[in-house]
């Protein structure tokens, strides 16, 4: 498949004229799984955005790592656009969830283009309100909710994003989204086992519903 047949397909909005742009100076990338695509500290030299596969978006606090949102195809992150239009590091992470390809575009023409082009500028404002939302949403969870409901609205996430009711994950790696501890999330997770919403087996997280 051609850059340009990649371009059309996961941004289906943008014209012929702004996808010759992004061609000649952006840059199309692969990702193996669990690899920064940027890191908290860093400088933003890229607006990414994902054209194949899912990116995790996270935050780092005092050695605890927390969950912000999930990125998908044809998406870029809230936090991205905000280093737009200042030079400071950034204080998020992204890593990709399995593999992935992402379109990387210079800041200077991400700039550039959101005055040139309006679907670019929507694209922006649709992915700030969505990520917004998003972080609406983990707030609420945090304040309102127990740890039991955000782990089971967290695997229910998961599935939709991979598009599978199987998931590959360890309770290690759900208690460093989730800010807590592998300890807990594994009594939790023996809890749902119980209550016949998932099934464990051999590092395996299957859930019994089409509910997500």
């Not at 742009?21 to 860093?42: A, L």
């Not at 992935?100 to 694209?123: C, G, V």
Request: with cysteine.
């Amino acid at each position: 498949m051609t850059n340009t047949t990649i371009l059309q397909k996961c941004l289906p909005d943008f014209g012929k004229e702004l996808i010759a742009e992004i061609e000649k100076f952006g840059i199309i990338k692969p990702f193996p799984d669990n690899e920064f695509i940027v890191k908290q500290g860093q400088l933003i030299r890229y607006l990414p955005i994902v054209l194949e596969g899912n990116v995790k978006a996270y935050s780092e606090e005092d050695g605890v790592q927390f969950l912000l949102y999930f990125i998908q195809q044809g998406a870029s992150c809230i936090f991205s656009f905000v280093h737009l239009f200042n030079q400071n590091p950034i204080d998020f992470s992204a890593i990709s969830e399995g593999k992935s390809t992402i379109l990387l575009i210079p800041i200077d023409k991400a700039k550039e283009w959101l005055i040139r082009y309006p679907s670019f500028n929507t694209l922006i404002i649709n992915e700030f309100q969505k990520h917004y939302n998003d972080l609406l949403h983990t707030t609420k969870q945090i304040i309102c909710y127990k740890l039991e409901d955000r782990l089971w609205d967290y695997l229910k996430t998961k599935a939709k994003i991979s598009g599978t009711n199987e998931l590959a994950i360890s309770h290690q790696s759900i208690a460093d989204d989730l800010g807590t501890t592998r300890e807990v999330i594994s009594r939790l997770m023996k809890k749902i086992e119980l209550d016949e919403k998932v099934i464990q087996n051999n590092r395996k997280i299957k859930l019994l519903t089409s509910d997500f």
